[in-house]
């Protein structure tokens, strides 16, 4: 198991995130959103499963900043904002192989290392 986690150290949910795996000894790979944005398809990736919307951030200070209350902007053009501001993302966004969160999901984060317990080794 080695988690991706996207978002910005500042971010409360994101250092829960962090916490979380690090309690349990699971290394992760932290993407500094303030550093590089997250990439067209991993934001395509978490879109095709929670949709668009669900990755904006209406509360953030970019969001408020770039006056972004009345877009009415279609999902490409969002991903395509997204990219290019990754600060108006919803974070944390944790990636796990093919198992997806957006925000904090301590619960399903639980049941990902429950399942890693639960099967079986591969041999050598």
């Known amino acids: 198991m080695n ?3 996207f978002g910005t150290r500042k971010n409360p949910d994101v250092r829960t995130a962090l916490r ?3 309690e349990r000894r ?3 790979h932290f993407v500094d959103l ?3 944005a997250a990439s067209l398809g991993e934001l395509r990736r978490f879109a095709q ?3 668009v919307k669900a990755l ?3 509360d953030s200070k970019r969001y408020t900043t ?3 209350k009345s877009a009415a902007y279609s999902d490409d053009r969002w ?3 997204l990219t290019r501001e990754p600060l108006l993302l919803r974070t944390p966004l944790v990636r796990e192989g093919n198992r997806l969160t957006i925000g904090s999901a301590l619960e399903e984060w639980s049941s990902w290392l429950a399942d890693r317990a639960v099967s079986p080794k591969p041999k050598a």
Do not use: C, S, T
């Open 79 to 81: 991903l395509d904002l």
């Open 20 to 22: 979380f795996f690090a």
């Open 66 to 68: 770039l006056g972004l």
């Open 3 to 5: 988690p991706q986690i």
């Open 34 to 36: 303030e550093e590089r």
């Open 56 to 58: 904006v951030d209406p």
């Open 49 to 51: 499963k929670f949709g």
């Open 26 to 28: 699971i290394n992760v």
